[in-house]
């Protein structure tokens, strides 16, 4: 199985609402990662998730919150955003234990309008 | 810095023609390079990767790249362009520095005409 699932599949919120996307993967892998995609764009890297540690933060706000409650969970909680963070929010994950040459394996995203 | 970049960012095949798509990168140590595809609406699915094994490599769909290390090059190609082959195509090169992050290309859309 190498599946990532990710809901909900859409969502829309107002900027002073808070809600949170989920992540899961089921292939033991051990890395996980949080992307944001705008449309005709390539992902943008957010968060890295490495054994349940978070090893990178790219200067994300604070209104992004990644968690990892356990290997295979990964959340992206948000408050306040603004509209310009609507875009398609993508998860992957890999093994984590090739280094360089290690394949991500994307999940579907959440397509996500702020209003 | 690392950076790799795609020449074209909308390519038209028709059906049954070539497909080439062009990817160069800059990287100061030995790179290891992606190809992904996106289909509208979905995630991104790995085509094809280079680990340095074999500068010839083949992957899922009939899509093929060639590493070149004296080009700075890994340009994907399909000797027969289908339908189902439109799509967003993703070159990708793994960090220098960390083993958790790759650096994508702007990306080319490709589609194909019947």
């Known amino acids: 199985d190498t599946e990532v699932t990710q809901t909900p599949k859409h969502l829309v919120m107002g900027m002073t609402n808070k809600k949170s996307l989920k992540c899961e993967q089921h292939m033991g892998h051990r890395a996980m990662y949080w992307y944001k995609q705008k449309a005709k764009k390539p992902p943008e890297l957010m968060f890295v998730y490495s054994y349940e540690k978070l090893s990178i933060n790219e200067s994300v706000p604070s209104r992004f919150s990644p968690e990892c409650p356990n290997s295979s969970l990964l959340n992206l909680h948000l408050h306040a955003l603004q509209p310009e963070d609507s875009a398609l929010y993508l998860c992957?994950?890999?093994?984590?234990?090739?280094?360089?040459?290690?394949?991500?394996?994307f999940g579907p995203g959440t397509r996500l309008t702020v209003l | 810095a690392q950076s790799v970049t795609q020449l074209g960012s909308h390519v038209s095949v028709s059906e049954g023609a070539l497909v080439l798509l062009r990817c160069n990168y800059s990287s100061s140590v030995p790179p290891y390079l992606f190809w992904y595809v996106q289909y509208p609406n979905q995630g991104l699915q790995l085509l094809l990767k280079?680990?340095?094994?074999?500068?010839l490599v083949k992957g899922i769909n009939g899509f093929e790249a060639e590493f070149k290390k004296s080009e700075t090059s890994f340009h994907l190609t399909k000797p027969s362009a289908h339908m189902s082959d439109a799509a967003e195509y993703f070159c990708a090169v793994s960090a220098e520095t960390s083993y958790d992050k790759v650096i994508f290309g702007p990306g080319t859309s490709l589609s194909v005409i019947p």
């Open positions: 280079y680990t340095s094994a074999a500068t």
């Open positions: 992957a994950s890999s093994a984590g234990t090739s280094g360089r040459t290690d394949t991500q394996y």
